[in-house]
Structures are given as C-alpha cells and as structure tokens.
C-alpha cells in the first residue's frame, strides 16, 4: 500500500493527488488497519503520520450516508441481514462499522468490554499472582501478569468465584506498529521485568513477590549449552514451560471462551476472566482475533496473537515447582 502511495505523483499543478481506501471491519489484516487508519483520532479528524510523512482520516460510511441507495434499493439491507446468516456481530460490523468487533472472529460473540474491562484496584494479599510469557524478537513479545481469586470479597466490593483470573498488568514488546517487535535481548527483558514488579508493588497494586508462570516452552531450548529461560534466571526471573502439546491450541481458545461466558453474567457460578483497563494492548488485540479460515475452532497465527498466546498458556497451566 505504501508503494502505491509512492507512485502517486503529477507535474500538473493542477491534478490533486488523492489515495482513497475503502475496507469493512475483519479477517487477518484487521488489527493493523484498525491501529493505522482509526484508532489515532475521531472519525473525521485529520491526523499526520510523521514516519510516511502524510495527512490521514478516517470517514466513517453507515446505510443512512448513501441515501439514494435507500430510496432506490429498499431491500438493500434486508438482503445483507439475510447473507449474515442470523448473525448478530456480523450485522452489527456491516451495519454500524464497529472497529472493536471482528464479525466472524473467535471471541467477539462472547467479549463483552463493559463488562470484562475493570478498573484497576489493588490485588488482596490472599490471591495469587504470577506471570505468563510469550517470546519474540522481531515478532512482539508478550508478558501478563495475573491475579487469581481465592473467593474473597476484592476491593471493588464484588466476590467472584475461585480460581477466577485478572489481568492486572502487562508489557508488551512493539515498536508501535501492529505486529512488530523490538528485538530486544532477553536478559534486558528480564531486568525490566523486574524493574516493573518493583514498581508494581511500589504503587500499592500488588503487596507480595510475583511467583513465576508459564512460558513459551521454546524459550527453553538449548543452544551451545545455554537458553534464554536460563539467561533470564540468572537476573532474579523464572519460567515454568507452557502447555503446547498437539491441540493445546484449540483447547486454550475453548477456554478463554468459556471464562469470558462466565464474566458476563453476575453473580457468576463458574470461574472467569477479567482485565484491568490499563492493559490496552490485550483490549486492542485479543477481542478481534479471527478464526483460522482452514480451522475454525482455532485462532488465525498469521494475525497479531502474542498476548492471546500468552492468555492461553495461563489458562492452561497447572502450577508447580519451576525448572529455573
């Protein structure tokens, strides 16, 4: 898209140079869309990207903005709720262009912002905490801390049952460009992962040590003696291997599936999940994942999934005493 954009050019003064793209909500490319052309300003509001050096803005285009259409084509929309096949998402996307829904996507039926997303409180002493990881370097990498519930009451004054999650924290490794990482070391990963459970305990959100989670079980991998599980150990942080076993995939999809489910209801009978709002980039990832169009009971790789990755390792672990 950017080489196209290159080869607009004119030596008539007169010719204005226009690039106009038109898109619907979904599929694979969605996340990077969504950050490039909507998230950076109000619909209708000029926005200058200074590394491509150009004006952007996005213009929202709803049925009641084409009204001849209306007029001349009546059943028009009764043909597109008809083709929806008795989706809900799906209308709603085509229908109202809603960005933070993926209409056919895994989690968009069952995530619910206003009711998963919490405003942060502090975690109480009696509920576990930890810390998931997945690994990447020129792909962003991904660390999520976690609170599980014991069954007592939390700050916010609500119960919620026992082994319920929380995302209370989370740091993840972009350049700002969807789906980019930092290349950064793992031993400077590690010494800022430290830094940050430091802060984290500093500001009164946690009041106790952060006990080790899973990880990316590649991270444990041996090269000429060493790996980078071991690199980082050696600066004060551990990893327990995460489950990727043949279908841990679908599996971990199933269950953040089913936590979500049990989170939009209240009082909940079953475990569920929530996030703190100061996780954006789980909030600006995770909900739009679309399904992998040769498997659809799995999420698409290709897309941008480290800290869905890193939410299933969590989901799917059994705690024990770590390697490193």
């Known amino acids: 898209m950017d080489k196209l954009r290159a080869c607009l050019r004119s030596t008539h003064p007169g010719i204005r140079k226009r690039f106009i793209l038109t898109a619907n909500p979904g599929g694979v490319g969605h996340n990077w869309f969504k950050a490039r052309y909507i998230d950076p300003a109000p619909p209708c509001t000029p926005f200058y990207d200074s590394v491509l050096l150009t004006w952007r803005v996005f213009i929202p285009s709803l049925l009641e903005d084409n009204p001849k259409l209306i007029v001349n084509d009546p059943h028009y929309w009764k043909r597109v709720i008809a083709a929806a096949n008795g989706r809900t998402d799906l209308i709603k996307a085509w229908r109202y262009g809603q960005w933070?829904?993926?209409?056919?996507?895994?989690?968009?039926?069952?995530?619910?912002?206003?009711?998963?997303?919490?405003?942060?409180?502090?975690?109480?002493?009696?509920?576990?905490?930890?810390?998931?990881?997945?690994?990447?370097?020129?792909?962003?990498?991904?660390?999520?801390?976690?609170?599980?519930?014991?069954?007592t009451r939390a700050p916010n004054g609500k119960t919620y049952p026992r082994g319920t999650l929380f995302r209370f924290a989370e740091w993840y490794g972009w350049n700002g460009h969807p789906?980019?990482?930092?290349?950064?070391?793992?031993?400077?990963?590690?010494?800022?992962?430290?830094?940050?459970?430091?802060?984290?305990?500093?500001?009164?959100?946690?009041?106790?040590?952060?006990?080790?989670?899973?990880?990316?079980?590649?991270?444990?991998?041996?090269?000429?003696?060493?790996?980078?599980?071991a690199d980082m150990a050696k600066h004060g942080v551990r990893?327990?291997?995460?489950?990727?076993?043949?279908g841990s995939r679908k599996?971990?999809?199933?269950?953040?599936?089913?936590?979500?489910?049990?989170?939009?209801?209240?009082?909940?009978?079953?475990?569920?999940?929530?996030?703190?709002?100061?996780?954006?980039?789980?909030?600006?990832?995770?909900?739009?994942?679309?399904?992998?169009?040769?498997?659809?009971?799995d999420v698409d790789s290709s897309a941008e999934d480290h800290n869905y990755d890193e939410t299933r390792y969590r989901l799917l672990h059994k705690f024990s005493i770590p390697i490193f």
């Open 239 to 246: 990893w327990i291997p995460a489950d990727k076993s043949p």
């Open 100 to 151: 933070h829904i993926v209409a056919g996507g895994m989690f968009d039926d069952v995530w619910r912002p206003d009711r998963h997303v919490l405003p942060p409180f502090p975690i109480p002493s009696r509920w576990r905490c930890d810390r998931a990881f997945d690994w990447g370097s020129s792909k962003p990498f991904s660390v999520g801390w976690w609170a599980e519930s014991d069954g």
């Open 179 to 229: 789906n980019e990482g930092i290349k950064m070391l793992a031993v400077d990963i590690a010494k800022n992962i430290r830094d940050k459970e430091s802060r984290l305990r500093g500001t009164g959100l946690v009041s106790k040590s952060i006990d080790p989670g899973p990880a990316d079980s590649a991270i444990f991998d041996v090269d000429n003696g060493m790996s980078i599980a």
């Open 251 to 297: 599996t971990g999809a199933e269950k953040l599936r089913a936590r979500l489910t049990a989170s939009q209801q209240f009082p909940m009978e079953e475990p569920g999940i929530f996030i703190f709002a100061d996780c954006r980039q789980w909030i600006r990832c995770v909900p739009v994942l679309p399904r992998d169009p040769r498997d659809t009971d």
